[in-house]
């Protein structure tokens, strides 16, 4: 397996601001993605990050809305941009090790007033 | 659109019976299948991962597909109540550069 940390873990933030979380995995890995838990819901998958070039993203998910940057095979960043109270979710990492198993880091849980 | 079925539940069980979880996915193409279970609060941690049609066992766990019904399950054994959380089924249409299509889980409650 491998060790995922996301960083913060969770944060309250004003409606039109942004943040930025950042994943970090303890070794190299070939793929990463980002999903969003909305409360009470089951986890959707927001975009792959690609390493060294953009991110592909899922039906419903945009660049301006979601950018999402990874510049090497350890680390990703998601920015939730000009937040409002319907981003409030838990935003998790994931990554794949070996060739099939995803692994989820701890989540970042997101308020928005 | 890909779609994941679960019942939400909750679905109770009495300690030591076995706990029947299930799940129906939409797209054909499907081709790997797993099971994970969320305690409340934590992210989801990985239980099983099926491939093929059949039962695979893995401890107290087992997982089953039918691929011709697109239809899988998980079986525990011998529940215990630390087994209560929610399961989440996630299917994937191809290999490990494919994102994972969730169901919305089901919460299990072993009652002691």
């Known amino acids: 397996s491998a060790v995922i940390s996301q960083k913060p873990s969770r944060d309250i933030c004003q409606r039109g601001t942004s943040l930025t979380i950042q994943c970090q995995v303890d070794?190299?890995?070939?793929?990463m993605f980002w999903y969003r838990q909305q409360p009470g819901q089951s986890l959707t998958l927001i975009a792959t990050a690609n390493q060294g070039s953009e991110a592909t993203y899922e039906s419903g998910f945009v660049i301006d809305k979601f950018p999402i940057s990874r510049p090497n095979l350890t680390f990703s960043t998601l920015t939730v941009s000009n937040m409002s109270p319907e981003d409030s979710s838990i935003y998790l990492c994931?990554?794949?090790?070996?060739?099939?198993?995803?692994?989820f880091g701890p989540g970042t849980r997101l308020t928005v007033l | 659109q890909k779609e994941v079925e679960q019942n939400s539940g909750p679905l109770s069980v009495p300690e030591g019976a076995i706990a029947s979880l299930n799940c129906t996915y939409s797209d054909r193409v499907s081709q790997s299948f797993f099971w994970y279970r969320q305690y409340s609060g934590k992210s989801p941690e990985l239980i099983m991962s099926i491939y093929s049609n059949g039962d695979k066992e893995d401890g107290r766990f087992t997982a089953q597909l039918n691929k011709a019904s697109q239809y899988v399950s998980l079986l525990i054994r011998d529940s215990q109540p630390s087994d209560s959380a929610t399961y989440l089924c996630a299917v994937r249409e191809g290999g490990g550069a494919d994102g994972l299509t969730f169901g919305k889980g089901t919460h299990l409650i072993i009652q002691p």
């Open positions: 070794s190299q890995v070939t793929m």
């Open positions: 994931s990554v794949v090790v070996g060739t099939d198993t995803q692994y």
